[in-house]
């Protein structure tokens, strides 16, 4: 017996060959841990085959070799090697790092974040070392995520990004260990993770009227009352929206450029870019664009952070911009009064006070989208694609979660046709009315 490294994957796996009268049909194939690939007769069945693998598989683990592996290893000896066994402080500061250039600003921000919320939970019941977390611990950490009363949707994504940093780890070779999210970790049902909540014609107008009197008291510094109009008349993301700038606009054509663009300064860092970095281009409804002249052109400034090695913000950069949608700052220096415009990165409490305003509930920011979308198909007659292409979904996606039946409108297109008529099952008696044939 020998003691080999933790690294070493032997790779076992079954195959069959052509089958030879009186002799084994199914075979396995390993590596040993010099890189040498090992193929043996196993057995006549799979099944019993994949019994023998699996016992070779330990015992390679265990570096037990038979004697025809130790003569294909006499030959090229080898260093055994102990790996480090990470705890969960150090292997998350390699797993941020290390995946940090395959991800943009925006979703490294949200990656650290949500991933190290997760990882704080095993630390509080104990768990020092990656490969101490278990199913169980996961369970109760989405336990512990109900219990606050997060949505179906959220909770499966924070247990995504703890497996996710598994894999990640795993498939790196930096952990000899499985993930501990199994398929017997179980999500509370709540109404499935996508959301069908589509605000009515009457709660849109409701808003409406309430940004509308709270632009009246200027109680809020930010434009909530346009880009609340410009959110319904176009349908897009919020970001999409706090992050326009008068030059990504055709008004001769009526058309807004949706494109990246590397200077524009964001919360997060410098450059931004569409969802999925798919560009699009948008034709606007009259509507949109009423928006867009009822705003002033103003020289505007974004700031953008910096963080030092622990993420925490130190200072800000700033940068000169031509945003849309600013917001109005105001200092007073020296008992001087000094206004500035400047990008907006939360509409949050606004918009909490405009649907109070309103007296909507249960309402999101990202269900206008929706709204939008159902006007497009229902009242555009636009297809799932074309839909989908306006506001920057796929048609799957679009046909999906964003598609909604109004009742109503699918009464009155129950009543513009008649199937019978379409048919020729019916005729008009002798007083002219029509009856249906039997």
Known sequence: MKAITLNYDPRCEVYKREQTKGKPVWWIKYYLPNGVRMRRPCDKTQRAARQKMNIKHNQLLQGIFDEKDLKKLKDSPYVPVEQKRLSIDEALALYLELSATRK???????????TVRQFEFFQKIGRIYM????????????????????????????????SKCFNWLIGMKQLDCSNPVTKTVSVPKKGGKARNRVPTDAEVLALITASRELKATYVYNSPIHEILLFLIFTGARLGEVLHAEWDDFDFENGVWYIRRKRECPTRYGLGWEPKRGKERDVPLFPEALGVLH??????????????????????????????????????????QRHVSYERVDSVKSAWGTVCKKAGVSDLRLHDLRRYFNTFLKNHCLFSAKEAGAYVGNTEEVNDRHYTTVDPQLLQLKIRRISLTETLGLSEENEEGKSVILN
């Open 294 to 335: 009822q705003m002033p052109h103003l020289d505007t400034i974004g700031k953008v952070p910096i963080r030092d090695e622990a993420g925490k913000i130190t200072g800000h950069e700033v940068y000169s911009n031509r945003f849309v949608f600013p917001k109005q700052v105001v200092r007073i220096v020296k008992k």
């Open 131 to 162: 490969d101490e977390i278990e199913p169980i611990d996961v369970q109760l950490m989405v336990n512990s995520l109900n219990q606050r009363g997060l949505a179906e949707a959220t909770m499966h994504d924070y247990v995504a990004a703890v």
């Open 104 to 114: 943009n600003i925006r979703t490294n921000y949200n990656d650290y974040y949500t």
